[in-house]
């Protein structure tokens, strides 16, 4: 839940360093100390939270203390090497973390490999279908909002801008529920599927696990309705929420577009303010908005958490939630360095596209 | 959040005192739309704080009182009679709930946003002007912790502090340390960036001639000059510290309920009652986030654009590109950008 007002840090005074590094290197020499840098980032936060988590206790007092006798906890604990010193463990969990073994989780004892694959793909279909529809609320408006500029369209489309942030995702997926499906009756209340489909869809052979592609897939039309209408309201709850960010974005932009020398040259040619708007000047405005994307990929998943809680969407975010409730520092642990790797490659690939765009961030 | 372009704004020193306070000098320089728009933002907050302070007077019963004189608090009770929003499954007043909820809102912000201003603008200034490897190992912490979910980091934060949930105070200090730590990296950002500006100043070069101490230079000319910028940061934090403590209450990571009232808990509780069509224990609370929220940020915004004297709403003609009336600070920074390419 960053500001709506968030600068993109990537171009700005945080790589400050990188910048005086590659001072006079090409784009080859920025991407290779770029890509160098995902490792800190994730190795800053993997450190962080497992320090943080361990200052609670280890995970197995955590998660059983109070079910277990003493005797059986000490066991326990031993057998899994908690008694040991603490460093000795973090090193041996970052040896593990780059084989890829996350480990196994407390409360249900599976593989958190296996556990975040399945929930992070009904995580991945949320954000995608939030982030479409923060697009398409987003870039129309403001369009709108920068042709309409400081008239009424505009006045309301900000105050719009700004209720999309002050909306916590949880009140308005609150507000849909009563209006859409309990008052209304158009859509169902929570999950992604009816119980039917998600058995359809979970038998399939190598299913995806995005749902909408699973049904695709098989041909299954049914379930394809079935998936479409329990996505929407997420989507919406979760898409209004960065919405309010693009439609500002865009809207910036595209005005500040409109009064540039090749636009004026268009308009004394005579060319209609309609095609102005959506030839000329929408293009180069949203150059930015990839950027502020990759932000918004933080943001989105952040959201994502209260999304899935709230319309019980079993995803990482549902699943995080419930591993928090019941203790299980293993899985949470997994499920946040899972989030910190895809916050880290994201930024690298935005990062590698600002400068690929720009050649000025990268010098 | 860092618009090298926000300025302070002009102040006249034969204005009397009271003019020159940060708010009313913003208003004075207000017109038209922005002006409704700063003054509809400072109704809300006044709102907002006003229920803080008076709550024990405004609330006709206790957070979690759930029963009177009169024997218990019917449950589930709709709006209307002896209760103004109804009563929750538990018996509690939804009313009185939200009332009390902007007292501890008002607790956490002030304590959240002071410390993080606290630790963030001193690592800021002694990054910002010492530089070398410490500069560089503090912008990397800042930049994984600025990227990383928000959410996740305060999650995490409220488990390593009271390994969930806590008492009132426990509890408000657990959520404002949570909150405290995604914030210092903005705060730090911006105080480095600024420093790093300030340090190559004349005024800074002259007073290490005369033989200042480093102390001495970071104490009375660098910091004068970096905070300008914190008003603005202040009133955008406290409504992002606002929405942080409701998602932890959501989530259940918040203040217990008999220790406090707390919106995003109450919401949380009412998700359960939405099947059964029961609004009002959720849309109250819930409203009552977004309208503090919408207050706090109408005033940062208006603030931003004011102190921008390319974004203030323009009282003659408009010409060329000029401004947007009001804009936030960063796409308007984006927009120099664009436009400059």
Avoid at chain 1, 65 to 70: A, C, D, K, M, Y
Avoid at chain 1, 148 to 173: Q, W
Avoid at chain 2, 111 to 123: D, E, H, K, R, T
């Amino acid at each position: 839940m960053t500001t709506l007002i968030e600068a993109p840090p990537e171009d700005g005074e945080g790589l400050l360093p990188i910048k005086k590094k590659t001072s006079g290197g090409g784009l080859g020499r920025y991407i290779l100390i770029r890509f160098f840098l995902i490792f800190p980032t994730i190795l800053i936060l993997v450190t962080m939270v497992f320090f943080l988590m361990r200052t609670t206790g280890d995970p197995i007092t955590a998660a059983l203390g109070g079910r277990l006798p003493q005797e059986q906890l000490q066991e326990r604990i031993a057998a899994a090497g908690y008694d040991r010193p603490i460093f000795v463990q973090y090193f041996e969990y970052l040896a593990q973390l780059i084989t890829g073994n996350f480990g196994t989780t407390l409360s249900d004892n599976r593989p958190v490999a296996e556990m975040l694959a399945t929930y992070g793909a009904a995580t991945l279909e949320l954000t995608i279908n939030a982030l479409l529809v923060a697009l398409a609320v987003g870039i129309p408006l403001g369009l709108i909002a920068a042709h309409r500029r400081d008239k009424g369209p505009d006045a309301g489309l900000r105050v719009f801008a700004i209720l999309c942030y002050a909306t916590p995702v949880f009140f308005s997926g609150l507000l849909f529920k009563l209006t859409f499906s309990v008052w209304l009756g158009w859509l169902p209340v929570a999950g992604r599927a009816t119980p039917a489909t998600e058995l359809a869809l979970t038998s399939l052979e190598a299913p995806t696990g995005i749902y909408w592609l699973d049904a695709i897939r098989s041909g299954n039309m049914a379930a394809l309705a079935d998936v479409m209408a329990h996505a929407v309201l997420p989507a919406l709850a979760l898409g209004l929420l960065t919405a309010g960010i693009f439609l500002r974005l865009v809207r910036t932009n595209v005005i500040g577009t409109l009064g540039k020398d090749y636009v004026e040259a268009g308009r004394s040619r005579g060319v209609s303010e309609y095609r102005l708007l959506t030839k000329h000047a929408y293009k180069p405005a949203l150059i930015p908005i990839i950027t502020v994307m990759g932000l918004q990929i933080a943001v989105l998943l952040g959201g994502a958490v209260l999304t899935e809680t709230t319309f019980e969407w079993k995803g990482l975010g549902f699943q995080l939630a419930t591993y928090l409730t019941a203790r299980d520092f293993v899985a949470v642990q997994g499920i946040v360095v899972l989030l910190a790797v895809i916050v880290a490659v994201t930024n690298f690939f935005v990062d590698i596209v600002a400068a690929l765009i720009d050649p000025r961030v990268r010098y | 959040m860092t618009t090298t372009a926000v300025t302070e704004p002009v102040k006249d020193p034969k204005d009397p005192w009271f003019r020159r306070l940060p708010v009313i000098s913003h208003f004075n320089k207000s017109v038209g739309l922005q002006r409704g728009m700063l003054v509809a933002g400072l109704v809300l907050t006044g709102l907002f704080l006003l229920t803080a302070v008076f709550a024990p007077l405004i609330a006709p019963y206790g957070f979690s009182q759930i029963s009177d004189a009169d024997g218990n608090f019917p449950a589930q009770q709709p709006p209307g009679g002896k209760f103004l929003m109804g009563t929750t499954v538990g018996g509690y007043d939804v009313f009185s709930r939200v009332v009390w909820g902007a007292q501890t809102a008002v607790l956490v912000i002030i304590v959240a946003v002071i410390m993080s201003i606290f630790i963030g603008v001193a690592l800021g200034l002694v990054s910002g002007y010492i530089g070398g490897w410490l500069d560089r190992t503090l912008v990397v912490i800042a930049d994984a912790v600025y990227a990383f979910p928000p959410l996740l980091v305060a999650i995490v934060m409220a488990i390593a502090i009271s390994g969930g949930r806590s008492s009132l105070w426990g509890g408000i200090l657990a959520a404002a340390i949570s909150i405290t730590v995604v914030f210092i990296p903005q705060y730090f950002r911006v105080i480095r960036a600024e420093t790093i500006r300030l340090k190559a100043e004349p005024f800074v070069e002259s007073a290490k001639v005369v033989g200042a101490s480093n102390i001495r230079i970071m104490r009375l000319h660098v910091f004068k000059n970096a905070t300008r910028t914190l008003p603005l940061i202040f009133t955008l934090n406290a409504s992002e510290a606002i929405l942080t403590l409701a998602g932890l209450g959501f989530l259940g990571f918040g203040i217990e309920p008999t220790s406090a009232a707390e919106w995003g808990f109450d919401l949380n509780k009412a998700l359960a009652d939405t099947t059964s069509g029961i609004w009002w224990t959720g849309v109250f609370p819930g409203l009552a986030i977004v309208l503090t929220v919408l207050g706090l940020t109408l005033v940062g915004e208006s603030i931003n654009d004011l102190n921008d004297p390319r974004l203030r709403g323009r009282r003659k003609a408009a010409s060329g590109k000029g401004g947007p009336q009001s804009t936030p600070g960063a796409p308007a920074a984006r927009e120099e950008e664009v436009s400059s390419s």
